[in-house]
């Protein structure tokens, strides 16, 4: 066995309190999950009905994407109250009333603090708007124009075009790293940073265990303002934005990711800390140097608790080699830091379409990347209907809501084909979601995946992530352990998880045919209870193809 990649010690804290630490997350988009009031959106108490079905599951805890009061923008990704619940959703009552349930059934409670930039319509912006000498003037990022009138700089918005929108009132340029109805707030300014921290202490006070902060390393820039370097042709990827956007043809040295960021961030922790068992996970954006910015931003146990970068979210297939490099840089890079790994998310193409499409037995092999996902060293992230292994929807122009599809249709059809409506009822043309025409279709081929048909059938995908989920449970190592990587060839992955006197070794094979990997001559005992079929030999572990083995080396 080689290439050990530290543990992070446990903290000497009180039982509980690091919950977070390999905790499973359930993330909730709360427009397509239930609709309870038959407006063909979903709602705060369509979640509360869903809540026995997600406990059921066996995870930890759910994320629920933004439902604060917005103007729908960008889906609430445009906050225009930090401190309310858009009517669409429900209200606070109903949020409390959510947080209360999810207590009861053993779920923690983590929401989306967008804390980057606003909606436009936010009383912070119409203010700062007004003039160059208001209370909140600085509260975002202006700058004057170049003397030909042109955007200050060269960066770019991920949603496409320059990053600089004119306004007319102040006669100068704004910020907007996405939407340019979407300013950015200027964390330069002590006082943006209070109000923020004010509204994260709103939230505590109401009684949620935690936060995941959307696009937690675009909070500063440069007051320089400098130019981004071109980045050369061999080094563009798309882990950030896709192939066709040209913001992948910056080096996006001066625009995000900048080291002030860690300051906030400790006083962030600081305003955490003084609740009990409370957690935050950082959504960071580089497609550069995201698994340095995350060990920047996790080490030490003063930041934010775990991150997430976009290593397994980009359309690059997931291989046995890369999980292996990710997970090995990871552990140089934050060896006293922790990540929360994710294969899905409401931003990126479906698992299923995504790296599943050309295999031989689909359902297998999302069975199999799935349980890797959730053996790996750090916390996990399953996105509603993974279990289900929906694929992308096939929505036609016509059908799209989202602004960066519609810019970039037809080679990126935008994020809409991920967010279509959960499906609980396969014998109902909505799928259960909602008595009204749905806000985005549901595909009929996601009927016959509803909950309703796979539950029950042992070899449904549904019953697997069930069975997988209890089988962690039993087994600490899985989740706070860390991790040896053992050589193995081609597709398969194989390590031990170790903690405390619990040593578990995993073995994965991520392709379809049949495989094998030595384990030195040892004496195998394996695990019951994962529902994967793995034999031993002399020494060594056979699969079939997706295949997986867990035990114990005597």
Not at 169 to 184: I, K, T, V
Not at 222 to 230: I, M, Y
Request: hydrophobic share 35%; aromatic share 12%.
């Amino acid at each position: 066995m080689q290439s050990a990649v530290k543990a992070t010690l446990s903290p000497d804290l009180a039982v509980g309190r690091d919950w977070w630490r390999g905790a499973v997350i359930y993330q909730i988009y709360p427009r397509s999950y239930q609709d309870s009031n038959g407006d063909g959106i979903g709602d705060l108490r369509g979640i509360i009905a869903r809540l026995p079905y997600i406990a059921a599951l066996g995870v930890d805890a759910i994320w629920i994407s933004p439902f604060f009061k917005s103007p729908m923008k960008d889906f609430g990704y445009d906050v225009s109250d930090y401190c309310d619940v858009d009517p669409m959703f429900g209200t606070l009552a109903d949020f409390d009333a959510l947080t209360a349930e999810s207590h009861r059934l053993g779920l923690k409670v983590m929401i989306d603090e967008v804390l980057s930039h606003t909606a436009d319509i936010h009383p912070w912006f119409r203010e700062s708007r007004s003039s160059r000498t208001n209370p909140k003037a600085d509260w975002y990022v202006w700058a004057d124009a170049k003397p030909d009138g042109t955007p200050p700089n060269n960066w770019l918005s991920i949603f496409g075009g320059s990053a600089w929108q004119w306004d007319t009132s102040r006669q100068q340029y704004y910020l907007h790293n996405f939407l340019a109805e979407q300013p950015d707030l200027n964390f330069h300014s002590r006082a943006v940073q209070d109000a923020l921290l004010d509204v994260t202490r709103f939230w505590l006070e109401r009684g949620v265990d935690g936060f995941r902060l959307d696009t937690i390393n675009f909070y500063f820039h440069s007051q320089g303002l400098e130019d981004n370097p071109p980045l050369p042709p061999e080094e563009r990827n798309d882990q950030t934005a896709p192939s066709v956007n040209p913001y992948n043809y910056q080096d996006h040295l001066y625009d995000k990711s900048r080291p002030e960021n860690l300051g906030f961030l400790e006083r962030f922790r600081a305003l955490l800390d003084e609740y009990p068992a409370t957690a935050a996970v950082g959504e960071v954006g580089d497609s550069q140097r995201g698994l340095e910015v995350v060990a920047a931003y996790t080490a030490g146990g003063k930041r934010v608790h775990m991150c997430y970068s976009f290593d397994f979210l980009a359309p690059e297939k997931i291989s046995a080699a890369k999980v292996r490099s990710v997970l090995e840089a990871f552990g140089k890079v934050a060896s006293d830091g922790w990540s929360c790994w994710a294969f899905s998310n409401h931003d990126v193409m479906r698992t299923a379409s995504r790296w599943a499409a050309g295999e031989a037995d689909q359902t297998a092999y999302l069975k199999v990347i799935s349980a890797l996902l959730m053996s790996l060293r750090g916390s996990v992230c399953i996105y509603q209907g993974e279990e289900l292994g929906l694929g992308e929807a096939e929505l036609q122009f016509e059908d799209l809501r989202d602004p960066y599809g519609i810019r970039f249709w037809p080679e990126f059809k935008g994020r809409d084909g991920c967010r279509t409506p959960m499906v609980w009822d396969g014998a109902d043309s909505n799928g259960g979601f909602s008595k009204a025409k749905p806000w985005l279709p549901v595909p009929a081929k996601h009927l016959s995946q509803a909950v309703d048909v796979q539950q029950g059938d042992d070899s449904s995908l549904l019953e697997h992530y069930r069975r997988f989920l209890a089988f962690r449970r039993l087994h600490p190592a899985l989740a706070k352990g860390d991790i040896d990587f053992i050589e193995s060839e081609g597709d398969t992955v194989a390590f031990t998880r170790r903690d405390g006197n619990e040593q578990i070794v995993c073995v994965f094979n991520l392709g379809s045919r049949p495989a094998e990997v030595n384990l030195g001559g040892r004496s195998l005992q394996p695990l019951p209870g994962h529902g994967f079929s793995g034999q031993t030999g002399a020494g060594s572990i056979r699969l079939g193809g997706y295949g997986a083995w867990f035990g114990r080396i005597d």
